[in-house]
């Protein structure tokens, strides 16, 4: 098993621009989640699906940040414009409730700098 | 709401000191407990869970015990490792769909 893959592991861009993180969840999971981690903030729930239907998008910061699951294995968080305040490591988990282990794994984490 | 509340350190130890880490919840009915661990440059990763009540979680020397009675799930190891050094998480979830995470303890061991 492969793990949660995540893309890319280090992200660099400018003021503006538009940034696409990839997450792979583990095969046969059916709940996804994104999260946010810095130092002032700690680990922040963006958003998290099931089956590939957003379930709570509460934690999303604002409408910059967008959040799409076109399929069982992959998804995609975007943000679009990016801004320095939006650097910071951004992690991607995977879970199967339903398969009777409750347990979260996580991907290895996109580190993302808006310069 | 679920909420989880630990010590946010920093907790400097000497190699071969006892270690515990303080964990308390609060949530309705009876939740999963977990303990992960992130390691410099890494994803966090599940270092034990408990389950129900007085159920005890063990790994790689660390334990903690499910108490429903004071709500917590402290993280112990009898004699830490430099390469224990990592931050801390204590989490919970019902049913593995929502997990809610407290803040973290940065753990540093000194040779």
């Known amino acids: 098993d492969a793990g949660v893959i995540q893309s890319p592991r280090h992200e660099v861009t400018e003021m503006g621009q538009e940034v696409t993180l990839r997450c792979k969840p583990i095969?046969?999971?059916?709940?996804l989640f994104w999260y946010r981690q810095t130092m002032m903030r700690g680990l922040e729930l963006l958003i998290y699906?099931?089956?590939?239907?957003?379930?709570?998008d509460s934690g999303m910061p604002e409408d910059r940040f967008s959040a799409k699951m076109p399929n069982a294995s992959f998804s995609t968080l975007k943000i679009q414009p990016s801004e320095p305040r939006d650097s910071a490591v951004y992690f991607c988990?995977?879970?199967?409730?339903?398969?009777?282990?409750?347990?979260?794994?996580f991907g290895p984490g996109t580190r993302l700098t808006v310069l | 709401g679920d909420s989880v509340t630990q010590m946010e350190g920093p907790v400097t130890l000497s190699e071969e000191a006892f270690l515990t880490i303080n964990c308390t919840y609060t949530?309705?009915?009876?939740?999963?407990l977990f303990w992960y661990v992130q390691y410099p440059g890494e994803g966090l990763q599940l270092l034990l869970k408990?389950?129900?009540?007085?159920d005890k979680g063990s790994n790689k020397g660390f334990e903690a015990t499910y108490r429903k009675e004071t709500t917590s799930f402290h993280l112990e190891k009898g004699s830490v490792q430099v390469s224990d050094s990592a931050v801390y998480f204590c989490?919970?979830?019902?049913?593995?769909?929502?997990?809610?995470f407290g803040p973290g303890t940065r753990l540093s061991v000194l040779p």
């Open positions: 949530a309705t009915g009876y939740p999963s």
């Open positions: 699906f099931n089956n590939n239907v957003p379930i709570d």
């Open positions: 408990a389950t129900k009540a007085d």
């Open positions: 988990a995977s879970s199967l409730p339903a398969g009777g282990t409750d347990t979260q794994y």
């Open positions: 095969s046969g999971h059916d709940y």
């Open positions: 989490a919970l979830t019902h049913y593995g769909q929502n997990f809610v």
